[in-house]
């Protein structure tokens, strides 16, 4: 093995310094041979120079002096740890000697301690282990029964991430509903265009046409889609009014109740035009705002006398975009809670098959300041979800406006770029086993590479996210032609 430094000063049970002799990463592997327990896995959890060259002299310095400077390159490290006789990893019980040898680690010895296995029945390959050949497979029974976070600043990444990861989910036949509040994953259907990166991470491109199926509230925004529709008589009073946009409950609820129950006497299979009909009939600012807004939702086609059947919405082995582009934020939200709802009481009950459900933009969903219509039943699933096969992940660029509650449910978690203080903050106090430097390197993290944690592995791993094999939607606009 390659000799990279020597360890100094006292030595911890969990970490050590060491003085380096040869150029290291923040991140990267290292090894000490234990003498009782062989090589034990390190990682360099962070770097500085230390000189000889104080202030004064700093500044006393010219331009052209060349005053000789004795520096030292010095590092701390965390210990990994070893694979013992039985497959645990553990700790060594006794701090390494003052003095020791310390090495870079080969890839034998990382993917051992690491448990990175190459092809894993159930393992979803979201690319490479930083500076290494070393495929990370997340474990797929675990993402759907302990959730999973996608996490990154705007512009970081997180939608191509999480597409990549959706791959890995078709390709498993895992059942999947996606709400898409920007209608950016239908590119799910379309190959990507190959290149020698795909070569590099072992990437065969391909669409998954047959197995994605979309559906929208507005299908003249979103052609490609299905129109997406709940049934009238299944909806709440007060349900109906955040349809049509009206907030003041007090002022509109039994005026809307009482056309309601006008409507349905004399018409049980009632739509929402014979509501039209019928405020329109009405006097007063009050019955022109309901005639009004019932307007609106009727044109939306949102709402009919039969909703879209469970069983068109859910299939085994198939991936359902909910593609919300164009839909009010309200009704958004209420449409989130009505799916989510009922995936939620029909897994309970064993009717649907064990589904994965990701929610993009989920700070809108659940915020954690405030409240939307959908953030009880969000809350429900991601504390009581994993008992009924129903995974939940959240996907975020503001970790801190996110409900703690959903975040910190998620065990599994990928980590982009994250620039801002309070997200930084919200991520390092719900992730078990993030140390201050790699709080320090999700600021710094270049794009295309991810901090994983959980998902099957016992410390957070550095990925370069693999290619996608199907075509990227989520690319932002260009202002000006280049």
Known sequence: MEEVGRIFGDVGLGQFQLSLAQP??????????????????????????????????AGAMQPTDET???????????????????????????????GAHVYRAEEPLIADVLGLKHHSNTGAYVGLLRNHELRIELDINQLVQRHVSVLAKTGGGKSYLLGVLIEELLRHRVTCVIIDPHGEYGSLRVPAEKNGVHAKFGVEVQGFARQVQEYSPDVSLNPSAKPLTFSLRSTDPRDLLIFMGLTNVKTYLAPLK??????????????????VRAAEAGEGAVAETLHERLEYVDQTKLLGPKGTSLNDLVKKGEATLINLRGVAPDVQELVVARIATTLFENRKKDKIPPLFLVIEEAHNFAPQQGSATCSRILKNIASEGRKFGLGLCAVTQRAARIDKSVLSQCNTQLILQVTNPLDLKAIAQSIEGLTPGMTEMIQSLPVGVALVTGGGYHTPLFCEVRPRATRHGGESVQIVAA
């Open 24 to 57: 290291v990463e923040r991140g990267d592997y290292l090894a000490v041979v234990d003498e009782l327990h062989g090589s034990v896995l390190c990682q360099l959890d962070d770097l500085r120079r230390k000189s000889d060259l104080d202030l004064e002299h």
């Open 258 to 275: 009482q056309i309601i129950e006008n409507v349905a006497l004399t018409n049980p299979d009632y739509t929402v035009h014979d509501l």
């Open 68 to 98: 000789p400077i004795h520096e030292s390159l010095l590092g701390a490290a965390r210990i990994v740890g070893y694979r013992d006789g039985q497959g645990l990893v553990k700790i060594p019980t006794i701090p390494f000697r003052p």
